[in-house]
């Protein structure tokens, strides 16, 4: 055991060296893509996308605005790609920050491969990013890094991603209700509503702070009965335990300044920015309150059990911003444009991603065996 850098004192427990358990790196193999898997989903995605975008204006009496995605502004477009790229880029950014401290193996190259293929995994498996997390699990055990402090990590990355989440939908919902910005309708559902609900989780989440770092010692200290009570003990522990950690990690981060962090901020704000270009492309204007609630109030849609929240991200998007004020074939339009660019050019290179860190992780296992 290391024993870990100043900022790492709010983790459960240290990792140990890369090269010291080089024999875990060349063990099991990438969880949720196998090629099989792939090849499956990858045709229920091509099927979904067909219905959405041939149904969806049809059904909706809309085939006007369909028509119209073949006459976008090119430039505006060309943009939106430009900027989801940027998006992506502000992720690797941000996982290299919170993941690279004190891990070799985690150098730029795969703290690039890792985040792709972790967006193929959204994309191609799981609802509210599990496929992500699971296979982002997966190559930092292969990395070296230990259990505990994968989790204690893990927790911090999305503390930080998700704290521009809540800040924005508070600040811009609070704002436009109170109409200090401009936007037109504020629905009170659409503005208050999420504004208070974000509040509370923010207190929720930022209570784990107040969980003692040792509350598994303190517990197993005071737990008696039988066995099984104690093992159930200590894993109602290791939740709050985790989640504790890893908020303080998040804050120490915070404290230190790290540049890196602005990360999160290019993330979210790219990916809106290319959202808004979608906009532009076909002549929308929106409230720059209404984009970002439009936009954060629509990626809840990715919480439904679809693969990458296809039809669900969609249809809750639309619907806000019709809520808010704009016309449905202008929102039906942009929403489709974003949601092309903002699907097919992460999943592409995320797939990329993926099968490189394969071969990475198949060149630690053979290392580790020579070794």
């Given amino acids: 055991m290391r024993s870990g850098s100043p900022q790492d004192h709010a983790e459960p427990e240290t990792a140990p060296e890369a090269a010291a358990a080089p024999e875990r790196a060349g063990e099991g193999h ?67 920050t919170v993941f690279g401290r004190d891990m070799p193996r985690l150098d730029w190259r795969v703290s690039l491969q890792i985040p792709l293929a972790g967006i ?26 230990e259990a505990r402090q994968i989790a204690c990590r893990m927790v911090a990355n999305i503390a930080l991603q998700y704290a521009v989440y809540l800040g924005a939908i508070f600040v ?48 197993r200290a005071v737990a008696s009965g039988p066995r099984w009570w104690r093992r159930l003990i200590e894993r109602l522990a290791a ?18 300044r790290r540049p890196g962090l602005l990360g999160a901020v290019a993330y979210w704000g790219f990916d809106i920015a290319a959202l808004g270009f979608s906009f532009l492309a076909f002549g929308g204007h929106p409230a720059i309150a209404v984009l970002v609630l439009g936009y954060f109030l629509g990626t809840l849609g990715s919480l439904l059990p679809l693969p990458g929240g296809i039809g669900g991200v969609e249809g809750a998007m639309i619907g806000a911003f019709v809520a808010f004020g704009i016309h449905a074939d202008q929102a039906v339009v942009a929403v489709l444009a974003y949601r092309a660019i903002s699907f097919w050019l992460p999943t592409l290179p995320g797939i990329a991603g993926y099968l490189a860190l394969r071969r990475t992780v198949r060149a630690w296992g053979a290392a580790s065996e020579v070794i």
């Fill in 30 to 96: 990438a969880p949720l893509l196998g090629r099989r898997r792939l090849l499956l989903i990858g045709g229920l995605i091509v099927a979904v996308l067909l219905a959405l975008y041939l149904l969806l204006p049809k059904l909706a009496g809309l085939d006007q605005t369909w028509g119209r995605l073949r006459h976008g502004n090119a430039w505006w477009l060309a943009a939106a790609a430009g900027v989801e790229l940027l998006s992506i880029a502000g992720y690797a950014v941000l996982f290299r």
């Fill in 120 to 145: 193929a995994a959204i994309r191609l498996v799981a609802a509210a990013g599990a496929g992500g997390v699971a296979l982002t699990a997966w190559a930092l055990d292969r990395a070296g890094m």
């Fill in 172 to 219: 811009f919902g609070v704002a436009l209700a109170a109409g200090a910005l401009p936007g037109g309708p504020a629905p009170f559902e659409l503005t208050v509503i999420p504004a208070v609900l974000s509040v509370a989780l923010a207190a929720a989440v930022l209570s784990a702070v107040l969980v003692p770092a040792d509350v598994e010692r303190r517990l």
């Fill in 239 to 256: 939740a709050p335990a985790t989640l504790g950690a890893g908020m303080r990690t998040a804050a120490t981060l915070i404290r230190e």
